[in-house]
């Protein structure tokens, strides 16, 4: 390629990625209420985090008094730890809306990193980062795993370039290698998982073309985890054990559910046809990678290139693995699903023919295009539903005193509160937003989820009380506790909201009423 076109391209690329990522950074900051289901809760825990660690909480909340920070390697740091350092410069809520800037961001540039790095040049497919990072795993808040992805990706495309040295990995990049692995493991259990994964079959890789020494010092860098790991594992205190799939459709849905673009934002109806618009995109993202393939180049791909048995093992797993729940883990073979589709994607081979080479601008530009357009979407919902969650904040500020306690409950919905065509699956996006009135209003006591540093030591009873029953089990779950809990509010669909108003009568009586929610105060 002449040296003033290889110029032009690659400023054109340094282009597109300024483009996309400050488009991403637009959407991101669109709305002051942000969607996203986990996205309360470790907003509170990285408060938590801040203040124990820096001294930093401002409206003397009293957390020492409430909680403390597990003193063993928790494998889900990446969220309370990075929002918390960052609640040290920035107000709480800023601190969050950063935090997801930077992890989608790294989620993005990591995927770009890994796709260049395996196929040796600028290619259209590099810019799909950005199409799946406001997916799925955003939408649930699963921002420490969305966080271990991206180095997973960097991981990848590091062991990639040590194993195609013939003379194995050097000292400097089985460092390299050592380092992230740690920070892997800090960042997220399963992200971790899938980075030994990642080391097992490049080491199987180096034993086969005759370096078993350099095999054994790759699977070296895997000790510092695999101790943190074992510290982890003896310390654990307890947990709710394991719990099977009850369905051949349940696990059906755990295995499509995080290859969809957009999710129902429940309780509040979509601003677009769901369905559709995942289908559509489904059907270009296809249309995209299909055009790029080189399939004459395939099987010898499969042959040698180790980053596709990764995506096929993950895929494995994903498959079979039979388990809903481990502890407080919710599906953990719907994190191997995303990554196996973009290992595998990044890895196959692409056109170089000069034909290709005519249209790839044009590939190029329509990829641009398509992410623009997916970023414009979530820009529509995040606006739309940010008004929403807008209105029931106020109306919490308004009917619920400050510091006082409230039962905080969303019944979730299956199928959405309104019919829609096709099928469809939905994030209770208010289930943890209470937490913010309790940030807003000073209050320490939340029964937080125990999934990270986080350690609730005293008494979290006449705070702040998440909940997420059934409608048949909002009576057994909250009158037991009104003598504490003077206000209940709860979030869910309009006739489930009229089914809890009629279950805690006459113990509490309506006081509030709007879109997807209803404040109660417990009667005289």
């Known amino acids: 390629m002449p040296m003033s076109v290889r110029s032009a ?38 408060h938590v985090v801040s203040d124990l660690l820096f001294g930093t909480d401002r409206d003397s909340a009293g957390f020492a008094r409430v909680y403390s920070l597990d003193p063993v390697p928790v494998p889900n740091l990446a969220a309370p730890v990075g929002i918390g350092a960052l609640n040290v410069l920035l107000p709480i809520e800023a601190a969050g809306q950063l935090f997801l800037v930077l992890a989608v961001l790294g989620f993005a540039a990591s995927f770009g990193y890994l796709v260049r790095t395996l196929q040796g040049r600028p290619t259209a497919v590099e810019y799909l980062g950005f199409l799946w990072a406001p997916g799925f795993y955003l939408y649930k808040g699963y921002l420490s795993f969305l966080v271990g992805l991206a180095l997973v990706f960097v991981l990848v495309a590091v062991l990639h370039r040590a194993v195609a040295d013939p003379s194995g990995p050097d000292r400097r990049s089985l460092l390299l290698l050592g380092v992230l692995g740690l920070v892997l493991y800090l960042s997220h259990l399963l992200a971790w998982g899938i980075g030994v994964l990642a080391l097992l079959v490049h080491a199987l890789v180096l034993a086969r073309t005759g370096r078993g020494r350099r095999a054994l010092l790759l699977l070296g860098t895997l000790l510092p985890g695999v101790v943190l790991a074992a510290w982890y594992v003896l310390a654990e205190r307890g947990g709710t054990g394991v719990v099977l799939y009850s369905s051949w459709f349940d696990k059906a849905i755990s295995l499509t559910e995080t290859l969809q673009f957009f999710l129902r934002l429940d309780p509040f109806p979509p601003v677009f046809p769901i369905f559709w618009v995942n289908l559509l995109l489904a059907v ?57 589709l973009l290992l595998a994607v990044a890895a196959l081979p692409h056109r170089v023919s000069p034909p290709y080479r005519a249209v790839r601008p044009a590939v190029t530009g329509v990829t641009g295009l398509l992410v623009v357009a997916v970023l414009g979407l979530h820009v529509a919902e995040y606006v739309d539903v940010g008004h929403r969650i807008a209105r029931v904040d106020a109306a919490t500020d308004a009917a619920v005193p400050a510091g006082a306690p ?39 006591r939340v029964n937080v989820e125990e999934t990270s540093i986080v350690r609730a030591d005293g008494p979290t009873g006449g705070g702040m009380t998440v909940l997420a029953p059934t409608l048949s089990e909002v009576p057994g779950a909250v009158l037991p506790m009104a003598a504490d809990h003077p206000y209940v509010e709860a979030i869910a669909c309009p006739s489930d909201l009229a089914g809890i108003e009629r279950e805690l009568a006459p113990a509490y009586r309506p006081i509030a009423h709007g879109e997807g929610y209803t404040i109660l105060r417990r009667s005289p």
């Open 9 to 46: 391209t690659r400023s054109d690329g340094a282009v597109i990625w300024l483009v996309l990522a400050a488009a991403t950074v637009g959407t991101l900051y669109s709305s002051h209420f942000l969607p996203f289901y986990d996205y309360y809760q470790w907003l509170f825990q990285g």
């Open 284 to 340: 270009a993202f296809v249309a995209l990678v299909g055009f790029q393939l080189d399939r004459s180049a395939l099987r010898a791909a499969v042959e040698d290139r180790p980053v596709l048995w990764l995506a096929g093992l993950l895929a494995g797993i994903a498959l079979v693995l039979p388990v809903s729940m481990v502890n407080d883990l919710i599906k953990p073979d719907e994190r191997f699903v995303m990554p196996a």
């Open 406 to 444: 409230l039962a905080y409950l969303t019944v979730p919905s299956r199928y959405g509160c309104e019919a829609a065509p096709g099928l469809s699956v939905g994030v209770p996006v208010l289930k943890w937003f209470g937490v913010d009135h309790a940030i807003e209003t000073g209050q320490a």
